[in-house]
C-alpha cells in the first residue's frame, strides 16, 4: 500500500525529467518509508539498486556487481568500486539512469567514509556530463546530515535536492484506516505517530481493540519490541536511553527531574538527550516567543510516547499473556488523558495545511507562563502568529467526553492577555465531543471565534 508522499514524488519525477545528472539525499528516522518512496519512484525506470549491508566493503561490492549484472542481463564482475561507478557512468551517458544507494551509511563506516571522496571524485570528472540520477538513502540523520549534507563533506555541494522524510500528518494516515470512525482515526495516528510501517500494521476490518491487542499489546508484535530494537540501532547503552524515554514520558521535563528518574547524573544527562534528539526521538519545546531556557524536554515521537505511556507500563502483564483481560482497566480509562497532547498536535497542523487562515502563518506553538493576575501557572494549547502583522490565533483543544463549554472562551481571552498580546486575536476551539449551546450560538455571529468538531478536522479541505 502507498498512501502520500505526493510533493516528493512530484519532485523526483521533475528531476528524472531534467535529462542530466541529478543527485538526491533521502533520509530520515527509520520505518518513515524511504526505500518505499524510492521504489514507487523506480517502478518502470531503468534502475540498478544497491541495498547497502552491514557486511564488510567486499561483500557491497559483490552486491553491487549482482544488481549491475542484472541490470545488464548478463554477469559481470568488479574489482573495486570505482571501477563499478565507471561502468555505471558509462551506462548512463545512452539513457537515463537511476542509481540508488539505499542505506548508505552501513557503506560509508565500514571503510570511514572513503566512499564518499571516491563518489565526489567521479561525479567532479565524470558523471556531470552524464544523464545518471544518483540517490543516496539512510536510516541514520545525524550521519546523513553530517557525512553526506555537512560542510565537511566529500560531497557537499554536489547535491541537487535532499528530502528529510517525516511522518506522515494525522490526515494522510486515517487513510490507512478508511473504515474506522474520525475518534479511531485519531488515535491510531497517536498511536503510529504516522509512521507507514506501524500504520499498515492495523487492518480496520477490526476494532481499535483488537488491532492493539494483536500488534502491541503481544510480546511477538512488532510494535511490543520496536522501541528497544530502535534504540538499538542508534544506541549501544539502550537501558540508559530507556531510562530517558520512560522518565520524560511521565512527566519529568527538566534536566534535574528527568536525572533523578532515570537515575544518571546531572552532568551526564545533555549528552544523552543531544543524541535522542538528533534521532528526532525527543525535542526542546519552547513557549511561542520565549527563550530556550524556559523550554522543556518532551518526547516529540508519538510511538515512543505511546510506548512509555502503554507498553512500557503495562510490560508484566503483557508478558504474561494477561493484556486482553487487562484491557478494560489498564489501557481504556486513560486513552483520552495520552490523546489530550496528541489532539493539540492534529489541531495544529489542521491550522498549519488544512484551515482558510486570515493572515500568512509565521509561528505555530504553545506558550505557557505564571500569572501574577490569577496566581497560577496557565497554558495555552495553541499559538499562532501572523508572519506579517501582530495576529494571532489563539486556541484551546480538548479530546473529553463532554461538551467545551462556553467558559472556555473567557478563560481562553484572559490567557491571552496574560501571555502579552497586543494585536487582533482570534479564538478557535477545537473539541472531540462538540460544544455546548451557549458557545455555538455566540460563535454563530461571532467573527472573531471558530469551532471545531474533530469530524470538521477529518473534513479534506482544498485550500
Known sequence: MFI???????????????????FAVVYGRRRVGKTTLINRFADGKKCIFLACQKSSVGDNLAELSRQISAYLGYSVSFSSFIEAFRAIGHYAEKERLVFVMDEYPYLARKDDNAISSVLQNIIDHEWKGSRLFLILAGSSVPF?????????????GRITSEFRLQ?????????????YTVADKALVYGITGGIPRYLELFDDRYSLKENLLYNAFDCNSVLFNERENYLREEFSDVSTYSAILNAIASGCTKVSEISSRAGIQVGSLPSYLRKLQEVGVIDKLIPVGEGEKKGIWRVSDLFFRFHSFFISRNISTIVSGRMEKAYDQVVEPFLNDYMGKVFEEIAKQFIERYSELPFPLGEVGTWWG???????????????RSAVSKETIIGSAKYRERLLPYGELNLMRSYSAEMGGNGKCQYWFFSKSGFDDDLRSYAASADDVRLYSIDDLYRRQEI
Open 4 to 22: 502520500g508522499r505526493e510533493a516528493e514524488l512530484k519532485r523526483l519525477e521533475r528531476m528524472h525529467g531534467s535529462g542530466r545528472f541529478e
Open 144 to 156: 546523513m546530515e553530517d557525512e553526506v549534507l555537512g560542510k565537511e563533506s566529500p560531497l557537499h
Open 167 to 179: 511522518a506522515l500528518d494525522y490526515l494522510v494516515s486515517s487513510e490507512f484506516v478508511p473504515s
Open 370 to 384: 505564571g500569572s501574577s493576575h490569577l496566581k497560577k501557572e496557565i497554558e495555552i494549547d495553541i499559538v499562532a
